[in-house]
């Protein structure tokens, strides 16, 4: 018998992702110059080292966040995605039965 995975609410948007760099000056000439996006601020988070990340705005409630902590170009680039949606707890919980750890709900 196998478990049947509920369906999970509807993602309205991705509001931003994380992605980890070894080049943040080329990472920011990339988003600013090539795809035109303003750097809003900087700030300070553990990802699992602490880092200054570069944010940039997309639009309104979107943003791309990079980190100057990429340790090896063979790892994983992407860490994180924040999605917009309805019912966040519900989303939460349907990641969670589809073999994923998502963190904890930001309302």
């Known amino acids: 018998m196998t478990a049947t995975i509920p369906t999970g609410p509807p ?4 509001a931003k ?3 980890m760099t070894d ?9 600013s ?13 553990a990802i699992p080292a602490r880092a200054e990340l570069s944010v940039f705005k997309v639009a309104d409630e979107q943003y791309i966040e990079v980190a100057p902590a990429l340790q090896n170009p063979a790892n994983d680039k992407l860490i994180q995605i ?8 519900k989303l939460r919980d349907y990641l ?4 994923t750890t998502p963190p904890g709900v930001n309302t």
């Open 17 to 19: 992702f994380l992605v």
């Open 11 to 14: 993602i309205a948007k991705v």
């Open 96 to 99: 969670a039965l589809r073999a």
């Open 33 to 45: 110059g090539v795809l035109g996006y303003d750097q809003v601020f900087r700030h300070q988070r």
């Open 82 to 89: 924040g999605f917009a949606t309805a019912d966040a707890r």
């Open 23 to 31: 080049k943040l000056e080329e990472a920011r000439r990339f988003y």
